[in-house]
C-alpha cells in the first residue's frame, strides 16, 4: 500500500501535466517516507517500498536466511501498477479524457483512505511519534491530489469550505457526495489496518482521566485550527493564500492538533477519521 503512495505521488506531483511544474514535488515524495516508511508501516514490514532496498537488505543478513526479498519485491511492483492505473482512473484529462466528479469522488477516497489508514497503523504500532507521520500523510495526498478535487479528505472541511462560499463549483450536492466518499475511505482504511493486525483493533474515547466534556473541547477548538488554516492558505483569494506551501501548513496543523490533544481524545479532527476508527473496533471487537 505504501509503495502505492511512493508512486502515486511521484506520479501526480512530478510527472501529471497540469500539476506540474511545481516547488514541493521533493517535499511530497519525501514525506511519503516519513509517513510510511519510518513509522506507519514500517512497524508491520519494515519499510521498503522499493525492490532495490529489499534485495540490498536481504543481501546484507544473507547468514540469517535469504529470500523474502522476491515476496517484498512483488507486492512492490503490484503497489506500483496499482499507482498507474489510479493516476489514471483521477486524471483522466492527462490520456485524452476529460475530468469528471468520478475522478473527484475517487481523489477524496483515496486521500481520506491513506490518512486513515497511517492513523491506526501508528496507533496499532505505538509509534513514537504518529503526529508527525500522519501529517506527512495527508501533506503528501493534498500535494498530490490538491488540484484535481481540491484534497479535502475530511467532511468538517468540506463543510468549511462549502459555507465559506469561496468555492462556486463545491455545490451543496457535490460536498454531500465528497463527505460520502471520505467515510466510506475511512471505513475501508479502518479494515485494512485491522486485517494488517490480524483482526486488533482501538477504541475511540476518551483518554484515561478525561471527559467526554474534554473531549468536545479539544476536537472543537483543533478542528477549527484545521479548517481555518485550510480556508487561509488554500481557498482564500488573498495574501495568505500560497501555492507552494498550503500542503505543509495545512498538514502542521495535524502535528499541532494530535500533539496537543491526542491525550485528550486521541485527535481526530476529522469525522471521517472518527467513524472509520469506530467502524474498524466495532467489526473487530463488536463493541
Not at 486524471?91 to 492513523?119: C, I, N, Q, Y
Not at 462549502?162 to 463527505?179: D, H, Q
Not at 475511512?186 to 466534556?213: D, E, H, Q, V
Request: aromatic share 12%.
Amino acid at each position: 500500500l505504501y509503495t502505492f503512495m511512493l508512486c502515486f505521488v511521484v506520479l501526480n506531483v512530478a510527472a501529471a501535466k497540469n500539476n506540474t511544474p511545481n516547488q514541493f514535488y521533493g517535499l511530497a515524495i519525501g514525506f511519503v517516507i516519513i509517513a510510511a516508511g519510518v513509522y506507519g508501516a514500517g512497524m508491520a514490514s519494515g519499510g521498503c517500498f522499493n525492490p532495490a532496498l529489499a534485495v540490498a537488505i536481504d543481501i546484507s543478513s544473507y547468514g540469517k536466511g535469504f529470500g523474502w526479498c522476491f515476496a517484498f519485491m512483488l507486492w512492490e511492483f503490484i503497489g506500483a501498477a496499482l499507482a498507474v492505473g489510479l493516476f489514471k482512473v483521477v486524471r483522466p484529462d492527462e490520456f485524452g479524457g476529460e475530468k469528471t466528479e468520478g475522478a473527484e469522488l475517487a481523489s477524496e477516497f483515496l486521500g481520506t483512505f491513506m490518512l486513515v489508514l497511517t492513523v491506526g497503523l501508528n496507533v496499532m504500532g505505538r509509534t513514537p511519534d504518529g503526529a508527525w507521520s500522519i501529517a506527512c500523510s495527508l501533506m503528501s495526498m493534498i500535494y498530490a491530489l490538491g488540484d484535481v478535487s481540491g484534497a479535502h479528505f475530511n467532511p468538517a472541511v468540506t463543510l468549511a469550505i462549502l459555507v465559506s462560499g469561496r468555492c462556486p463549483e463545491l455545490t451543496p450536492a457535490k460536498a454531500v457526495k465528497y463527505m460520502g466518499a471520505q467515510i466510506v475511505g475511512g471505513m475501508a482504511a479502518a479494515l485494512t489496518y485491522s486485517s494488517i493486525y490480524n483482526g486488533a483493533s482501538f477504541k475511540l474515547g476518551p483518554g484515561a482521566g478525561f471527559t467526554y466534556a474534554g473531549v468536545a473541547v479539544a476536537e472543537f477548538v483543533f478542528t477549527f485550527l484545521l479548517c481555518f488554516v485550510v480556508l487561509s492558505v488554500a481557498v482564500s483569494s488573498g495574501a495568505t493564500k500560497n501555492p507552494t506551501m498550503f500542503g505543509l501548513a495545512i498538514g502542521s496543523c495535524l502535528t499541532c492538533g494530535v500533539n496537543a490533544i491526542g491525550a485528550v481524545s486521541g485527535g481526530a479532527l476529522n469525522p471521517a477519521v472518527s467513524v472509520g476508527i469506530a467502524t474498524g473496533h466495532r467489526l473487530a471487537d463488536g463493541s
